[in-house]
């Protein structure tokens, strides 16, 4: 089993920066178990898209509304998966989740983490 908290959300003007932050525990909760890590976000009223993935083979995606924006990573060492937010719009403002995969096809979300972007 696998739990994952995200943490670095808040309230930034536009413009700003902010960095979150998912962090796997548990049994399996190691990043270099998942073959794929991704953040997705969920506006008010809007459908949970994907933002940014990362494989277990170094390959990136980036959806066209945050692609030279922001930056998705993972820190083997500290086991945790990053998301660099930087010059930040309005339209970011949104529940940012992480999800992690496995091999095996076992897939999990994490509780969210609130974004915030208004002056």
């Known amino acids: 089993q696998v739990q994952l908290m995200e943490s670095g959300g808040g309230l930034v003007e536009p413009g700003g920066s902010l960095r979150l932050s998912c962090a796997p525990s548990?049994?399996?909760?190691?990043?270099?178990?998942?073959?794929?890590m991704a953040w997705y976000r969920q506006a008010p009223e809007k459908e949970r898209d994907l933002v940014a993935s990362?494989?277990?083979?170094?390959?990136?995606y980036y959806s066209d509304s945050v692609k030279g924006r922001f930056t998705i990573s993972k820190n083997i060492a500290a086991n945790t998966l990053s998301l660099q937010m930087d010059n930040l719009k309005s339209d970011d403002t949104a529940i940012y989740y992480c999800?992690?995969?496995?091999?095996?096809?076992?897939?999990?979300w994490g509780q969210g983490t609130q974004v915030t972007v208004s002056s």
């Open positions: 999800l992690t995969k496995t091999g095996a096809g076992s897939e999990y």
């Open positions: 548990g049994p399996s909760g190691f990043i270099s178990n998942f073959d794929f």
């Open positions: 990362v494989t277990s083979d170094g390959y990136i």
